[in-house]
T-cell receptor, first 114, second 113 residues
């Protein structure tokens, strides 16, 4: 079991470029999430998905799009990168255990936009 | 406005003693609370959780206490070990966490030998 994996681990983009971050989980979890963490801050929710084919906005969704075409994958897209999107991005997945949802996190993607 | 607050950016504790990490929240709709541990360059790792219907949950050396009236929770680590040195995040959610978690800014715990 690899758990939650993220690709790539590091990336440097120029302002205006686009890219897609891939998150994959092999635990058959229904729920998946994308967070960003900035220096000195906690993680903030960007988008999430409660099942294949469904997505919803989190706390900071502007400038990002997501897709969940397969249950095991959750993609985060930046159409036109901005320096304010320099951050570490974490993906997580979870399932219900008696009505609560413990989240399992990937190792993160460090993105720098110049 | 921050809904989950960890007011101590760092905490230093001697090995073998008790570490107490604190967290306050403002949203009375939160019904599920979690603590995560994070090492540098790694993702957060789940440590322990508590539902709003309980006031205490224990797992080995880790105990979480919830005081709903004060909107306060704390994580106790006894005894503290060198491997416990990490950043600890308090997180909270409505509806058990299905719609995602709201995190505090974290407390850097340093265990001194």
């Amino acid at each position: 079991n690899a758990g939650v994996t993220q690709t790539p681990k590091f990336r440097v983009l120029k302002t205006g470029q686009s890219m897609t971050l891939l998150c994959a989980q092999d635990m058959n979890h229904e729920y998946m999430y994308w967070y960003r963490q900035d220096p000195g801050m906690g993680l903030r929710l960007i988008h999430y998905s409660v099942g294949e084919g469904t997505t919803a906005k989190g706390e900071v969704p502007d400038g990002y799009n997501v897709s969940r075409l397969k249950k095991q994958n959750f993609l985060l897209g930046l159409e036109s990168a901005a320096p304010s999107q320099t951050s570490v991005y974490f993906c997580a997945s979870s399932y219900s255990t008696g009505g609560s949802y413990e989240q399992y996190f990937g190792p993160g993607t460090r993105l720098t936009v110049t | 406005d921050q809904q989950v607050k960890q007011n101590s950016p760092s905490l230093s504790v001697q090995e073998g003693r008790i570490s107490i990490l604190n967290c306050d929240y403002t949203n009375s709709m939160f019904d599920y609370f979690l603590w995560y541990k994070k090492y540098p360059a790694e993702g957060p790792t789940f440590l322990i959780s508590i539902s709003s219907i309980k006031d205490k949950n224990e797992d080995g050396r880790f105990t979480v206490f919830l005081n709903k009236s004060a909107k306060h929770l704390s994580l106790h680590i006894v005894p503290s070990q060198p491997g416990d040195s990490a950043v600890y995040f308090c997180a909270a959610s409505e509806r058990g966490g299905a719609d995602g978690l709201t995190f505090g800014k974290g407390t850097h715990l340093i265990i001194q030998p």
